[in-house]
C-alpha cells in the first residue's frame, strides 16, 4: 500500500501532518487527492482502512463490521491502532492528509501525545472546509448518477442537456437513496455532534483554519494549501 519514498520532493516546504474536515458535501474527498498530487503525501482515510480490513476479513474487520453497518463509530483503541500502523510506513515521512480521523475528542488527544514523541517533527494543522447549508442540501439532493457510466449531474448546478438523461449514453439517471433530505439532515448532525469537540480543540491550540468551500475546484485547493502554509508559518 505504501510507497517507499524517503526523500522529500518539495525540500522547501514540508507539509507534515495535515487533517482535512468538513461536513457531508463540501469536497473534502476531492480535496484530499488535489494535495496528494500537489505534495506527493499520501491520504490516510480510517473509513478506507476499515473497509479494507472489514473485507480482508481481519479481527480488526469482523469487529468493526457490525459498529461500520450501524453507522456507529468503532472504538477508540481499535482506530487508535490501526492510524499508528499506518503512520509506521515511510511515505508518511513528510506529510500526510488524514480523512475521518480524528473523529473524537479522545482520538484526537491520542494523536497529539503521539506525535509529540518520535519520529514526527510538526504538529498536526487542521483546515476546515465550510459551506453553507443549503448550498451544501443543493449539491446533495441535486446529485443524479447515471447506473451506465457513472457519469455524474447536478440539477441546480450542473445539470444535463435533456432533463433526467444521461448526456453521454441517453441513459435514465438515478438518484441514490442516501441523497435524501432526510439521510442528509441526520448525517449534518452526527457530524456536527461528532466534531464539533475535535474542531474546538485545534481551535484552542491555534491550529485550525475554516476555509470557505463555495469556488470553483481549483480556488478551494488553493485556499486550502495557503491555510495549510499559513498554519506550518511558511
Ligand atoms: P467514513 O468513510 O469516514 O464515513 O467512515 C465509515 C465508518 O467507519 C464510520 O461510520 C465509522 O463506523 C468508521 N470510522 C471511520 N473513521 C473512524 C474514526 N476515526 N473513529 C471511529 N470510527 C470510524
Known sequence: MANTQSSNPHPSFEPGPILLMGAPGVGKGTQAKELVSLWTIPQISTGDLLRANVASGSALGQHARALMDAGHLVPDDLVNQMVELRLQEPDTTHGYILDGFPRTLAQAEWLDDKLAVGAHRLPLVAVSIRVAYTQL???????RICPVCGSIYNVYLQPPRQE?????????????????ETVFEGRMRAYEAQTAPVVAHY?????LVEVDGEAALDAVTARVEQAVRHLRNA
Open 203 to 207: 481551535q484552542a491550540l491555534g491550529r
Open 164 to 180: 433526467g438523461v444521461c448526456d453521454l449514453d441517453g441513459t435514465l439517471l438515478q438518484r441514490r437513496d442516501d441523497d435524501s
Open 137 to 143: 442540501l443543493r449539491r446533495i439532493t441535486g446529485r
